[in-house]
C-alpha cells in the first residue's frame, strides 16, 4: 500500500458527479494540481455503512472548502453504478463532490481487499504537490470518521508540531 511520503499516483478514472445521463466526466489527477485532495474509497455501491460516510463527507464539504481542499470519493463499481446508487439513495442525490470508478487506481494505492478485490475503507490526504501526508485505512465494518480527517488536516495544514488530540486552535508543541 502507498503510504506517507509516497507520491499520489497519476489516473485517468471515468466519474460521476451528478444523477442525469450527462452527469459522467473524465478526471485526472492534474485536475487537483496545486490543491489539497481528501480522497476516501469505500467497499461498494449499495451497501450499508458506505452511505453514511459519502453523506457526512458531503455534509462537511463547506469545512473542506474552507481549508482550500478537494474531496473525491470512489470505489472499484463504475461511474454508472455510482450514478444508480445516488438516484436511488436519498442522502446521496445531492452530492457536491465527484465519486470516481477506481478500478485501475485501486491497485496502485495497494488497497484492494485480497480475497474479493473491493476498495478497503481507506483515506489519503495529498498535499498541493501531489505527496501522500496521511493514509487511514478501517475495516469494511467500521465507518471512518470525518471530524478526523479534518482535524489531521488542520494539522497538516498548520506546518507545525500538533501533540496528540491537537485541535485547529490548540497551542502548537513548541522546541
Not at 478500478?103 to 495529498?126: H, S
Request: hydrophobic content about 35%; overall charge negative; aromatic content about 10%.
Amino acid at each position: 500500500m502507498l503510504t506517507v511520503g509516497d507520491r499520489f499516483p497519476n489516473y485517468t478514472v471515468q466519474a460521476c458527479v451528478g444523477t442525469g445521463k450527462d452527469d459522467t466526466k473524465q478526471l485526472t489527477n492534474a485536475d487537483f494540481d496545486g490543491k489539497w485532495v481528501v480522497y476516501f474509497f469505500y467497499p461498494k455501491d449499495f451497501t450499508f455503512v458506505c452511505p453514511t460516510e459519502i453523506s457526512e463527507f458531503n455534509k462537511q464539504l463547506s469545512a473542506f472548502q474552507e481549508r482550500d481542499t478537494e474531496v473525491v470519493g470512489g470505489s472499484t463499481d463504475n461511474e454508472y453504478s455510482h450514478m444508480a446508487w445516488r438516484r436511488d439513495h436519498a442522502d446521496l442525490k445531492d452530492l457536491q463532490y465527484p465519486l470516481i470508478a477506481a478500478q485501475l487506481l485501486a491497485p496502485e494505492l495497494g488497497i484492494l481487499e485480497k480475497t474479493e478485490g473491493y476498495c478497503l475503507r481507506a483515506t489519503f490526504i495529498v498535499d498541493p504537490h501531489g505527496v501522500i501526508q496521511w493514509v487511514d485505512v478501517n475495516q469494511g465494518r467500521v465507518g471512518r470518521n470525518v471530524a478526523e480527517v479534518l482535524r489531521v488536516l488542520d494539522a497538516l495544514q498548520s506546518d507545525e508540531l500538533c501533540p496528540c488530540n491537537w485541535q485547529k486552535g490548540d497551542d502548537h508543541l513548541k522546541v
